[in-house]
């Protein structure tokens, strides 16, 4: 069973930066496209970044040229590197692992970030 655990999320300072971290375990890390989505209050949940095992990108228009995806394979790490950030960041962000083949899709618990001066 596919288990991923987000850390690093806190509270920042308007432009300010924050990286988060999704470990993963229970299957082979290379397999699955990794993605990291968001959760504000009252809002749905929303994409913000997504990562393919070869490396492809996507983003949301809101986070581009600010947030960005990386994976480690070796350590079956995926990270989020948000530097820029503003109030409008502030949400609840989930790790995601969707499988290649199969598309069965596994969720973190999420971890806070909150952007407030």
């Known amino acids: 069973q596919v288990q991923l655990v987000e850390s690093g999320g806190g509270l920042v300072q308007p432009g300010g930066s924050l990286r988060l971290s999704c470990a993963f375990s229970?299957?082979?890390?290379?397999?699955?496209?990794m993605g990291w989505y968001r959760q504000a209050p009252g809002k749905q949940r929303e994409l913000v970044a997504t990562?393919?095992?070869?490396?492809?990108?996507n983003y949301a228009d809101s986070v581009k040229g600010r947030f960005t995806i990386s994976r480690d394979n070796a350590k079956v790490t995926v990270y989020l590197q948000m530097d820029s950030v503003s109030p409008e960041d502030t949400a609840v962000y989930y790790c995601n692992a969707q499988n290649v083949v199969t598309r069965a899709t596994y969720w973190g618990q999420g971890t806070q970030v909150t952007v407030s001066s």
């Open positions: 229970g299957s082979i890390f290379t397999l699955y496209f």
């Open positions: 990562m393919s095992g070869g490396g492809s990108t």
